[in-house]
């Protein structure tokens, strides 16, 4: 005997899923003719094959040196319903800026993107002071991702940009001569 069982290919990402087939004799007069086997059940499971990728929604992003909140955009890279809430950890790796000094960023907790959620904003503050410095880079890493499958966006550069003003030193003007003595009918000349 052959069990056809028809298999629903969704597009929704979904834990693996679970079922039990059964035999059982709906016939209690056939119970003499039909010997059936002591494994009378099966257990079947359907793996899904909805991909999910979470990455950063874009492979850069520029701040400018403000004190103010920025964020930084983790997301679900095509938009797929899910039923199924993943968990990652985000890393900062300083480039020419440095943490805490040119700017903040709380990775100690994890972040969460939930089945009601196509993204999640991810919190950066860019310190303003007044050191006059060059464009500087830091790089955020997505990891220890419950992302099913591979996740192509794993990270994104932050670039922040001074807008503090460079004051050149001071400039000393004057004369190298006391005095300088010419005769008259010279027309002109030059003083240095």
Same mark, same amino acid.
């Not at 940009?161 to 001569?177: E, K, L, M, Q, Y």
């Given at each position: 005997? =052959?069990?056809?069982?028809?298999?629903?290919?969704?597009?929704?990402?979904?834990?693996?899923?679970?079922?039990?087939?059964?035999?059982?004799?709906?016939? $209690?007069?056939?119970?003499?003719?039909?010997?059936?086997?002591? /494994?009378?059940?099966?257990?079947?499971?359907?793996?899904?094959?909805?991909?999910?990728?979470?990455?950063?929604?874009?492979?850069?992003?520029?701040?400018?040196?403000?004190?103010?909140?920025?964020?930084?955009?983790?997301?679900?890279?095509?938009? /797929?319903?899910?039923?199924?809430?993943?968990?990652?950890?985000?890393?900062?790796?300083?480039?020419?800026?440095?943490?805490?000094?040119?700017?903040?960023?709380?990775? $100690?907790?994890?972040?969460?993107?939930?089945?009601? #959620? #196509?993204?999640?904003?991810?919190?950066?503050?860019?310190?303003?002071?007044?050191?006059?410095? =060059?464009?500087?880079?830091?790089?955020?890493?997505?990891?220890? =991702? #419950?992302?099913?499958? $591979?996740?192509?966006?794993?990270?994104?550069?932050?670039?922040?940009?001074?807008?503090?003003? $460079?004051?050149?030193?001071?400039? =000393?003007?004057?004369?190298?001569?006391?005095?300088?003595?010419?005769?008259?009918?010279?027309?002109?000349?030059?003083?240095?």
């Amino acid at each position: 005997i =052959t069990v056809y069982i028809p298999i629903f290919d969704d597009e929704i990402d979904e834990a693996e899923e679970g079922f039990l087939i059964l035999l059982e004799l709906m016939d $209690s007069n056939l119970a003499d003719s039909v010997d059936l086997l002591s /494994r009378n059940c099966t257990l079947g499971r359907i793996d899904d094959n909805d991909l999910i990728f979470i990455g950063f929604k874009s492979s850069s992003y520029s701040f400018v040196e403000s004190d103010d909140l920025h964020f930084v955009d983790v997301i679900k890279l095509d938009g /797929r319903i899910t039923e199924q809430t993943y968990l990652m950890d985000i890393i900062a790796k300083d480039g020419s800026a440095m943490a805490n000094l040119d700017y903040y960023f709380d990775g $100690s907790s994890s972040f969460r993107i939930t089945p009601d #959620q #196509q993204f999640i904003h991810v919190p950066v503050t860019v310190v303003n002071d007044s050191v006059v410095e =060059t464009t500087e880079t830091f790089t955020l890493h997505l990891s220890n =991702t #419950q992302c099913p499958y $591979s996740c192509p966006s794993f990270s994104t550069a932050g670039t922040i940009t001074d807008i503090d003003i $460079s004051i050149p030193s001071a400039i =000393t003007v004057g004369f190298t001569n006391e005095s300088v003595t010419v005769p008259e009918d010279i027309g002109s000349f030059e003083l240095c």
